[in-house]
């Protein structure tokens, strides 16, 4: 099936333009979204009569258009769409024919051998991060480090080595963590769905984690001692095909979700009868679908901030029961938004313009929107957002494939902002249909303001994402991310090698394949205080992957 449809075909658009060539054809694609979800099919299952027959149609159609004998438009199937972004107007073929099978293992992005860390190496950050994980470091000095083994601390501590009070050290924690890893080998299958998973996240104890997918359920299940336990199942409502994002509230006692819908759902976790309430965003566009990208609880619960189409910030407060602010914060769709810190008072967003905004609530208007700054360097779109949660450094994932590392206290200059809105401008690829056609430029755009850019992971088909690991155990020294071919990608953020590939491997012992399949992995969660990460993978699976001795 795979032979059938090529890269280069799909690389090429139908004339829509009304031109002397042969009067367009309109070919509407349905395909079966339980056929295309399921990974356990083989090739000559999915090749079956009627759809080999459909697909050899398909083909010839794509290469006479090719090659400028037919103007095609292809409708894509709302319904089937499995892509987060909007599309009205866009002339491709339907997600549902094109898993990762289609897409060239050879586009993901090689790292470089040597990556550039001299501008992250000046930076407040690489001496603080060296200073807490037991590393000495000056601005005028080389860094060096004492490192120590889990059994010397451990010996320590019995010894009465440790100080006063015999406990470890933040630094040898961080340091006999690190030693810890989560591994490839023998990771855990927690849950197989016939459905595309789409968000999977820990809430920030670490004893609960909730899971949305194509079925229209939220799932919350109880992770506490390491067990794993189906807590609450909740329907969802107002979902087109998928749920799109979801947090947990800091109190622990409720959830939100987000999907192409006007509403927000927020539905309690616990307690003796089930509430599910709608909070009405009142986009006041009656003729455009509205899609929420992105949500999050504020640091008390008692507004929600939301991400959506159009460029749009909504910020919903609870204690009114009513959206307060309507931003027009970007000039095309915004997918992602996040608080900097627990105060609320600074906000970032980014989207389908490139230009990450970092915007402040004290002086912020409603008639008159501008941002306290921007930060400009990415030659495509950004998928995602992070905050270290300290109102200074974030992270960003992008349709360029690469991670930067940003401080807000170095904004883009306008040549900056500029040239990322003129490389973003020159992209002719659809990131949801196509493949990456394009060269990974590695090459710093005039004006980039950012401390540093990782490579390595690959940003195809929907809003992968990518976060900072958790400060607990790890001093947040590793960023790790999705990946569109069923990897989870580990980052050391300070030297931007890769520490970790997290991929499907086979049980030397029963041969059998062990984590994802080449499919889409969109998101991933570190448990707060234990060294494991869960998954969420467009083959149906939501993967546990710890530490083990390969």
Same mark, same amino acid.
């Given at each position: 099936?795979?032979?059938?449809?090529?890269?280069?075909?799909?690389?090429?658009?139908?004339?829509?333009?009304?031109?002397?060539?042969?009067?367009?054809?309109?070919?509407?694609?349905?395909?079966?979204?339980?056929?295309?979800?399921?990974?356990?099919?083989?090739?000559?299952?999915?090749?079956?009569?009627?759809?080999?027959a459909l697909l050899e149609v398909l083909q010839y159609i794509l290469q006479g258009n090719a090659a400028g004998n037919l103007g095609v438009r292809l409708l894509m199937n709302r319904n089937g769409d499995d892509s987060d972004s909007s599309d009205e107007g866009l002339n491709y073929v339907s997600s549902?024919?094109?898993?990762?099978?289609?897409?060239?293992?050879?586009?993901?992005?090689?790292?470089?051998?040597?990556?550039?860390?001299?501008?992250?190496?000046?930076?407040?950050?690489?001496?603080?991060?060296?200073?807490?994980?037991?590393?000495?470091?000056?601005?005028?000095?080389?860094?060096?480090?004492?490192?120590?083994?889990?059994?010397?601390?451990?010996?320590?501590?019995?010894?009465?080595?440790?100080?006063?009070?015999?406990?470890?050290?933040?630094?040898?924690?961080?340091?006999?963590?690190?030693?810890?890893?989560?591994?490839?080998?023998?990771?855990?299958?927690?849950?197989?769905?016939?459905?595309?998973?789409?968000?999977?996240?820990?809430?920030?104890?670490?004893?609960?984690?909730?899971?949305?997918?194509?079925?229209?359920?939220?799932?919350?299940?109880?992770?506490?001692?390491?067990?794993?336990?189906?807590?609450?199942?909740?329907?969802?409502?107002?979902?087109?095909?998928?749920?799109?994002?979801?947090?947990?509230?800091?109190?622990?006692?409720?959830?939100?979700?987000?999907?192409?819908?006007?509403?927000?759902? +927020?539905?309690?976790?616990?307690? /003796? &009868?089930?509430?599910?309430?709608?909070?009405?965003?009142?986009?006041?566009? $009656? *003729? #455009? =679908?509205?899609?929420?990208?992105? +949500?999050?609880?504020?640091?008390? /619960? &008692?507004?929600?901030?939301?991400?959506?189409?159009?460029?749009?910030?909504? $910020? *919903? #407060? =609870?204690?009114?029961?009513?959206?307060?602010?309507?931003?027009?914060?970007?000039?095309?769709?915004?997918?992602?938004?996040?608080?900097?810190?627990?105060?609320?008072?600074?906000?970032?967003?980014?989207?389908?313009?490139?230009?990450?905004?970092?915007?402040?609530?004290?002086?912020?208007?409603?008639?008159?929107?501008?941002?306290?700054?921007?930060?400009?360097?990415h030659y495509d779109s950004v998928t995602y957002i992070d905050s270290r949660n300290d109102a200074r450094y974030l992270l960003t994932n992008s349709k360029d494939q690469s991670i930067k590392l940003w401080d807000i206290r170095k904004f883009a200059s306008t040549e900056g902002i500029e040239a990322t809105?003129?490389?973003?401008?020159?992209?002719?690829?659809?990131?949801?249909?196509?493949?990456?056609?394009?060269?990974?430029?590695?090459?710093?755009?005039?004006?980039?303001?950012?401390?540093?850019?990782?490579?390595?992971?690959?940003?195809?088909?929907?809003?992968?994402?990518?976060?900072?690991?958790?400060?607990?155990?790890?001093?947040?020294?590793?960023?790790?991310?999705?990946?569109?071919?069923?990897?989870?990608?580990?980052?050391?953020?300070?030297?931007?090698?890769?520490?970790?590939?997290?991929?499907?491997?086979?049980?030397?012992?029963?041969?059998?394949?062990?984590?994802?399949?080449?499919?889409?992995?969109?998101?991933?969660?570190?448990?707060?205080?234990?060294?494991?990460?869960?998954?969420?993978?467009?083959?149906?699976?939501?993967?546990?992957?710890?530490?083990?001795?390969?």
């Open positions: 099936m795979s032979d059938l449809v090529s890269t280069s075909e799909l690389s090429e658009e139908g004339n829509t333009d009304g031109s002397s060539q042969a009067d367009h054809a309109e070919l509407s694609v349905e395909a079966d979204n339980e056929q295309s979800d399921s990974p356990q099919q083989s090739d000559g299952e999915e090749a079956s009569a009627g759809g080999s549902s024919f094109l898993t990762s099978r289609h897409y060239n293992r050879q586009r993901i992005p090689r790292p470089p051998d040597s990556p550039d860390t001299s501008v992250l190496d000046q930076s407040d950050l690489k001496h603080q991060m060296n200073y807490e994980s037991g590393c000495t470091s000056s601005p005028k000095t080389h860094t060096s480090c004492m490192r120590s083994s889990l059994p010397r601390l451990i010996g320590m501590r019995e010894i009465g080595c440790l100080g006063d009070n015999g406990s470890i050290s933040v630094a040898g924690r961080i340091q006999a963590s690190s030693a810890f890893l989560p591994t490839k080998h023998n990771p855990r299958r927690l849950l197989k769905m016939r459905q595309k998973f789409f968000c999977g996240v820990y809430n920030k104890e670490g004893d609960l984690f909730m899971s949305s997918c194509q079925d229209a359920q939220l799932r919350i299940f109880d992770t506490a001692n390491g067990q794993w336990a189906e807590l609450k199942s909740i329907p969802c409502k107002d979902v087109g095909w998928s749920v799109l994002d979801v947090d947990f509230s800091h109190g622990g006692n409720h959830v939100i979700y987000s999907s192409w819908s006007e509403y927000i759902h +927020i539905c309690n976790i616990r307690g /003796d &009868s089930d509430s599910h309430q709608a909070l009405h965003l009142n986009p006041d566009d $009656i *003729y #455009n =679908r509205s899609g929420i990208f992105s +949500i999050q609880f504020n640091f008390d /619960d &008692s507004e929600i901030i939301a991400g959506a189409n159009g460029g749009l910030i909504y $910020i *919903y #407060n =609870r204690e009114l029961n009513n959206r307060t602010m309507k931003l027009h914060a970007h000039d095309d769709d915004l997918s992602c938004v996040c608080f900097a810190d627990d105060s609320g008072h600074i906000l970032y967003s980014g989207g389908e313009d490139g230009i990450i905004k970092v915007w402040d609530r004290r002086i912020l208007r409603e008639e008159s929107p501008l941002p306290v700054g921007q930060l400009a360097g809105k003129k490389a973003i401008s020159r992209q002719n690829w659809d990131y949801r249909w196509h493949p990456y056609s394009g060269k990974i430029v590695k090459k710093k755009l005039p004006g980039d303001c950012s401390l540093m850019t990782y490579y390595g992971h690959s940003v195809i088909r929907t809003l992968i994402r990518a976060r900072f690991s958790p400060s607990f155990n790890t001093g947040q020294q590793y960023i790790y991310c999705g990946d569109g071919f069923g990897r989870i990608v580990i980052y050391d953020l300070l030297s931007g090698k890769i520490c970790q590939i997290l991929e499907k491997t086979y049980n030397s012992v029963t041969g059998h394949p062990e984590g994802h399949d080449e499919e889409v992995v969109r998101d991933v969660s570190w448990h707060p205080y234990d060294n494991n990460i869960i998954s969420s993978g467009w083959d149906g699976t939501l993967q546990m992957w710890e530490y083990h001795c390969g």
